[in-house]
């Protein structure tokens, strides 16, 4: 049973989970070895079902509209030809495939080119990769440009230049709309030129926490004239430093864990610590219901249910006023396509992840989108038809568009503040943090152009991150140094990649304690160096195994086959003596 008593776990005689209650959402979810279903407690009525073969077939089934139970959806992952690079998922619904995503990547193992092809073999939607060159025989894996090419032949291109640090200078659509990003020292966003809003926008900081917003008629000038808007954050508690209690004059309160009770004139109610009970501003109030694990499954506005289903922590179905929709997503969690009541739409996607755009499937854009820097809707935002119903937006967050708000699994995002709501799980301060991460109000760092943050837990898009025919690739950082944030962030990889595998084996297969150890000793040995061998000899682990990974020059390659997670067990064993030999070394000995 949890700690609440909302959930009830079963086990069968092999110690494996076989049933969970949940009396919040009156649910029972049953596990099989074929299959997973998820049935109400007050009648039986099969809510949805899933099942995953072991050769890469994923089969869904959900209820419909009508009261009948669907087909089995599928996503037939086919093998990747690993010589000519290219890679093949099919979907499929009600017995019908829907559409085949197919994916191609250079000799460098760079993605050049994806294409949402129809079963007639038509193209509904290519995109074309170029990547940053260096010179003639130098090159990045940084992306240049995006080609969009539509089924009904139209084109569409996103150009991108970078900083010498890595992080995107410019945007430039195929209108020849420039969008500018500048960043500070500790790489948060201080300025933002975005010429289809028109305006120019500084941002100030201190300590992490975002203090002030000033809005100018838009230019590129490093002189920006006269300030137009300027919006004031005030961190007023004593205690907590990165608690915002006034936004531009309109205070906010807080319950003991860092919860807005009052938020700028909305009324907020929780419950179960971080979990959205109730919004009310008067003329509107929400309900809001969760499953055991968090998760968020209705939303209710007066006699208007909207009705969520998660797996593997992907919105899979989504239902209101009659409209029923299931959604698909790329190897890489992006949104690919959906149904809607029967008919096919796929996701135009950027760089970033963002829908930028809504395809039916004659290959035609029937819906923008466009968002500024922290993904506040700009342009003209739809309010009827597929584009309004349609949950997946920036980042592919669910968006709210009641409140304006995303909501990112664990929390909710306000883009017009450029914070989350609530408070982060104190936990998740490591105890050798970067300056800024430790901030547990604060949106993927202060840096919204660069960073993602899925699960409203940290900014997931590490630099250098990769997936590989083994196993993904990443830049070491300084947060890998705690064991608890490695454990969060292997589970957050398994929860999301799951269903990516390779050779018969996958995340899943690898565990979470496998990825977690393998990412800390990484960091170990990249931010301690060459002292470290000494207290790793006196646990048994030689100094060829340290010398080899500090030749990677701070990359990590997580493999499902490396031979030395052996080491990595011990060290982990061993962890308290060495996180206090780390802690010395980088406080009062940094550069030696």
Known sequence: MTDDGQGIYTYNEKGELASVEDAVNETITRYEDDKTSVYSTDNSNLLYEYKTTEDGFRFERHPQADGEVSQWIAEHYQDTDYENGVSQKTIAFNG?????????????GRL?????????????????????????????????????TFGNGSTFNENYTYNNYGQIETITDSAGNVKRYKYDGFGQLIREDDPVKNKTILYSYSEGNLTKKQEYAYTTADTVGTCTNEISYTYGDNNRKDLLTSYNGQSITYDAIGNPTSYKGITLEWEKGRQLKTYDRGSLIIDYKYDVNGLRTEKKIGNTEHKYTYVNGQLYAYEVNGQQMFFSYDDNGSPLSFTCNGAVYHYQTNLQGDVIGIVNNSGTKVVSYSYDAWGYPTGSVPSSGIGY?????YRGYVFDYETGWYYLQS?????????????????????????????????????????????????????????????FNLNVHRNFLSKSFCLKYAKDIIRLRGKKYWWGKGYKDMGEYRIAKELWFHALV????????????????????????????????????????????????????????????LKYFPYF
């Open 96 to 108: 019908s495939n829907i559409a085949t995503i197919k994916e191609t990547t250079d000799k460098l």
């Open 112 to 148: 050049s080119q994806t294409n949402i092809i129809k079963p007639n073999n038509s193209s509904v939607l290519k995109k074309n990769f170029q990547y940053k060159d260096l010179s003639v025989n130098r090159t990045t894996e940084q992306v240049s440009r995006i080609d969009y």
């Open 389 to 393: 119903y349609n949950p997946l937006r």
């Open 411 to 471: 929390r909710y995002y306000d883009p017009n503040m450029g914070r989350f709501l609530n408070s982060d799980d104190p936990t998740m301060v490591v105890f050798i943090m970067q300056p800024l991460g430790a901030n547990l109000g604060a949106y993927c760092n202060n840096n919204p152009i660069m960073n993602v943050d899925i699960y409203g837990l940290w900014a997931e898009d590490y630099p250098g991150f990769k997936w590989t025919s083994k196993g």
């Open 526 to 585: 990249y931010y301690v160096g060459p002292s470290i061998k000494g207290i790793f000899n006196k646990i048994g682990i030689p100094n060829g195994v340290v010398d080899k990974l500090m030749d990677r020059a701070g990359y990590m390659q997580i493999n499902n086959n490396d031979w030395r997670v052996d080491f990595y067990t011990k060290a982990w064993t061993m962890s308290f003596l060495i996180e206090t030999f780390v802690y010395l070394k």
